[in-house]
């Protein structure tokens, strides 16, 4: 098979190196973009006069036949033909005759893939949006069932304070709320036109990028030729929010590992989530999680993967740029997989109400409340601190809880002491009086689920 750009050659590579080189194995996932780019160009080079009208419904019919075939998996890839640009050009000439030689006209394939990536990013941009808005949701239903549900709040892991699980699950609707800003931040520069950069250096014929760039729905083109055809950043931001947002599945995920440990049990997840073991057949393991927070990592990979690729590379293109997809596909199809199963895991999870309950009640997460307690009734908080300290100790060595302590023991401890103490040791006012902005106590909350409403809308 004699190749598109064989004219200075006179030979050709054995085939294993033609495969080293090649990236249709992967770069075939552009094929809808690459055909959609082609349609833009097209149309343009008609309209600016370039290509006859006759030539121009010649080869966008052409380009509509393929677009049909691979709809319906009926394209035949081939290494020979090196990347997607290449296959689907020669397709064209095989399916339309030489006419369709003229579709590369004022092009390369240099500004031809960085089209195909910002058409790619566009919609799968907007696919992951959509996606987070999903877990958003899912997280914000789950919260609207548990405003008054208490759990211990935790600090290095340790029994801190009393919290409401809604609060808890809304902490991961705002930092996804962030990542979708970020996300959505990020398109406009993903928006842009690419198209008719050339090789590096523009072309000679009358283009108008913009008009190729409108027919794309790009809003803007990019404003210098060589940039246009090495930048890379659009994907790079890509990845970095993913990384970003793939943190915070993962420190989710983490929680959720923990929570249904025989040592936690706060929630049991679905069996549609769980699975078992081959050999210990009591085990119902949080897997989907686990694969979440493991695959955190090859996010993270390919990131650094890609920043590496470009570090030192000289203006313009350079085939290392090659590098710069499959760790984008793999990129989105993790992250798209991961916010598809955290959703359901989280709408399908059974809260264990009681065992939080219980745990708050075990425990000394409503120190702080005697603490509390003493200074607003003008005791420095410093000195209320060292006495509710010292009411800690006694416990631990009688073997009881605060709530246990006689009021002899309190009033010997401190006389501003006085019978109310024992309502306000209760976690669930210790969470109500917890009612500063962005606080656990149930009116922020509920504001807050107002608030995450509106924004979902
Ligand atoms: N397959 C190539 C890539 O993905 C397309 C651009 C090739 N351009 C070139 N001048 N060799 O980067």
Not at 325 to 334: L, S
Request: negative net charge; charged residues 25%; aromatic residues 8%.
């Amino acid at each position: 098979m004699k190749k598109l750009w064989g004219g200075r050659f006179t030979k050709s590579a054995e085939e294993w190196v033609d495969e080293f080189g090649a990236s249709i194995s992967f770069d075939q996932e552009l094929v809808l973009e690459d055909i959609e780019g082609s349609l833009a160009h097209v149309k343009m080079q008609g309209e600016c006069g370039i290509l006859s009208q006759e030539d121009v419904t010649a080869i966008s019919n052409g380009l509509l036949t393929l677009k049909e075939r691979a709809e319906n998996g009926e394209l035949q890839f081939s290494v020979k033909m090196e990347d997607i640009h290449l296959n689907l050009e020669s397709m064209l000439i095989d399916e339309i005759g030489p006419v369709g030689g003229k579709l590369h006209t004022a092009r390369s394939r240099n500004d031809q893939v960085a089209t195909d990536m910002h058409l790619y990013l566009r919609n799968r941009t907007k696919e992951v949006i959509n996606l987070i808005n999903e877990l958003q949701t899912a997280l914000l239903n789950k919260a609207k069932d548990n405003v008054e549900t208490i759990l211990p709040g935790y600090t290095h892991l340790q029994r801190a304070q009393p919290i409401s699980f809604a609060h808890h699950l809304l902490a991961y609707f705002w930092m996804l709320e962030r990542d979708k800003e970020r996300f959505t931040e990020s398109f406009k520069r993903i928006n842009k036109s690419p198209l008719g950069a050339g090789a590096l250096a523009g072309t000679t014929f009358p283009i108008k990028r913009e008009l190729s760039a409108e027919y794309l729905g790009f809003s803007s083109i990019y404003e210098n030729s060589l940039d246009a055809v090495s930048d890379r950043d659009f994907i790079l931001e890509f990845l970095s929010n993913s990384s970003m947002m793939m943190m915070h599945l993962s420190r989710l995920a983490e929680e959720t590992i923990l929570w249904c440990s025989q040592e936690f049990q706060f929630v049991e997840l679905d069996d549609a989530f769980s699975t078992g073991s081959s050999i210990m057949p009591q085990k119902k393991n949080p897997d989907m999680a686990e694969l979440i927070r493991g695959k955190t990592g090859r996010v993270y990979g390919n990131l650094f993967g890609l920043l590496t690729v470009l570090k030192g590379l000289p203006l313009a293109y350079n085939k290392d740029m090659q590098e710069d997809k499959e760790g984008m596909f793999d990129t989105v199809k993790t992250i798209t997989g991961s916010l598809k199963i955290f959703a359901g895991m989280i709408s399908t999870m059974k809260v264990r109400t009681d065992v939080m309950e219980r745990a708050v009640k075990s425990d000394f997460s409503n120190a702080t409340e005697l603490a509390d307690y003493l200074a607003s009734k003008g005791l420095p908080f410093r000195e209320a601190h060292e006495v509710v300290g010292q009411l800690v100790l006694t416990c631990i060595n009688q073997g009881c809880y605060l709530a246990d302590l006689s009021m002899d023991q309190f009033k010997e401890a401190n006389a501003l002491f006085e019978d109310d103490i024992y309502v306000v040791l209760q976690p669930y006012e210790a969470v109500k009086r917890r009612n500063s902005a962005g606080g656990t106590g149930f009116a922020q909350v509920q504001a807050a689920i107002v608030k995450a409403e509106s924004l979902l809308k």
